[in-house]
């Protein structure tokens, strides 16, 4: 069996490129890999509002249980975030997270928590992946065995909403005036960010607050073209702020009143100029190499350095926990915070939003402007099978024809070909590590010349994928 991971775990289609034997693999080869290496004996597996999403996580329970492991399954759909926060406060030395986060409906997929709280880094996925092909047989002789049963179960719905409203409530004033809709998006967050807001006092409405395996027929990614209801609804005035959440409630996206939707690479600097206020941003800053520069002029002005990382919110954690970032972000809508939980985690960042921004959102965006001016970023996918080796494979031609398009002062291949423009303005081309995509992001100094530069970027790579043969 050929596994690979992607940016953050694996995932397919369900029933075909996902199923239960792709599970019971790559739970089986991270159980031996992890009580080898680290002697883990206690496991949590967690899963979201998928099709087929708890009978993975009872396959991974039971593997677990035949190999002697302390496991326990979650009792109800249950956010990304709150069991990566249960792995850590809780002590337990791994979790499985069966999810596919943002994909759309027909897939699924399983994501490595480590004890620490993160995402599992690429040293012990490697591993995992070469003791699939090293140990295929006698895996697959293994979990044949394993008989079906009944696992124990664990609630952490209550105690992760008590810990972040414990958090809030001894660091911020909260203003108790706002009108709040949040839209769960039919995921696992239904519940949770509403519940913890109408608790601090605001008045709340939750739409799509069912789960829904189909996600009402969305697909669950917190983008503008998803959210129209809460969208208009802010719009409307009937709303201060809307918050929204992916599938399995990682990521975050917000509507303001006067201002309306603010994708990722608006929140974060708005948040992060916030935090310093709070005296929290003391060693540093990180970002992935999709997200807005205006992080970087952030860091520079509050003296602190700024690490780029690949896309993909391991590398962040991995920054967090070597203690040289306190807040790290991603232009797909996370954050994730020193004194949390190195993860990203939509329903702590939107509760958090709604308290620190107070409802005057358009104001910190004005702090922002004035200090690092102004910056717009957008992103396009192409479809677009084996688009990390498209790009790995003509690295030099991209390059070459995006530097037409101005005067380059850098060029990065961290993931991707990035390519950073004298004016400040960039242009980023990467391969999809969830879909069969390719990812093009650009920034620039305004709207109209960032959708200019998306537009200048796709003829570039649709004439080079057309002489390639790529569909």
């Excluded at 677990?64 to 399954?73: K, N």
């Excluded at 928590?113 to 090293?134: C, H, L, Q, Y």
């Excluded at 073209?225 to 009937?238: C, F, P, Q, T």
Aim: hydrophobic letters at 40%; aromatic letters at 6%; charged letters at 25%.
């Amino acid at each position: 069996m050929n596994v690979r991971f992607g940016t953050d775990g694996v995932r397919g289609i369900i029933d075909s490129t996902f199923n239960e034997l792709v599970v019971a693999t790559i739970v089986e080869a991270a159980l031996r890999h992890w009580s080898r290496q680290y002697g883990a004996t206690r496991l949590l597996v967690g899963y979201d509002t998928r099709r087929k999403s708890k009978e993975y996580a009872e396959v991974a329970a039971v593997i677990a249980a035949s190999h002697g492991f302390d496991a326990l399954v979650v009792d109800s759909p249950t956010p990304t975030p709150t069991v990566a926060w249960a792995v850590k406060s809780m002590g337990f030395h791994l979790g499985f997270q069966i999810t596919a986060s943002h994909n759309p409906p027909q897939y699924n997929g399983i994501k490595i928590i480590t004890m620490a709280g993160s995402s599992a880094f690429p040293n012990d996925t490697d591993e995992v992946e070469k003791i699939i092909r090293d140990e295929g047989d006698d895996i697959i002789k293994s979990i044949r065995d394993v008989p079906s049963k009944s696992m124990p179960t664990v609630s952490l719905k209550d105690p992760y909403i008590d810990y972040i409203l414990s958090w809030l409530e001894s660091r911020v004033d909260i203003n108790k005036s706002l009108n709040v809709i949040v839209d769960p998006m039919h995921g696992a967050a239904v519940g949770y960010t509403s519940k913890i807001l109408e608790s601090l006092g605001m008045r709340v409405k939750e739409i799509h607050g069912f789960h829904d395996s189909s996600f009402g027929g969305l697909e669950p990614e917190p983008e503008e073209r998803n959210l129209g209801e809460m969208i208009n609804a802010v719009a409307s005035g009937d709303f201060d702020l809307g918050i929204a959440h992916d599938g399995d409630a990682d990521r975050l996206a917000v509507a303001v009143k006067g201002l309306g939707f603010l994708g990722a690479n608006r929140i974060i600097p708005i948040m992060i100029n916030k935090l310093n206020d709070l005296g929290l941003i003391r060693r540093g800053l990180g970002r992935t190499v999709a997200t807005t520069h205006l992080v970087d002029c952030l860091a520079s002005r509050f003296g602190v350095p700024l690490y780029e990382t690949p896309v993909g919110i391991k590398y962040i954690s991995e920054l967090i926990i070597d203690g040289k970032i306190d807040i790290g972000g991603e232009e797909s809508g996370g954050l994730a915070y020193s004194w949390h939980v190195p993860e990203k985690d939509g329903i702590y960042s939107g509760s958090l939003f709604a308290s620190l921004i107070d409802g005057n959102a358009s104001v910190e965006l004005d702090r922002i402007t004035s200090i690092c001016g102004t910056m717009y970023s957008s992103r396009i996918d192409m479809a677009m099978q084996n688009s990390k080796e498209f790009v790995a494979s003509n690295g030099d031609a991209i390059i070459d024809s995006l530097s037409s398009l101005g005067e380059v002062s850098k060029v990065v291949r961290m993931d991707g070909i990035k390519v950073i423009y004298a004016d400040g303005s960039w242009l980023l081309i990467r391969g999809s590590g969830t879909e069969p995509k390719l990812r093009i992001y650009a920034e620039t100094k305004s709207r109209e010349s960032t959708e200019e530069l998306l537009k200048r970027a796709i003829s570039i790579i649709s004439k080079l994928g057309s002489v390639k043969g790529i569909k």
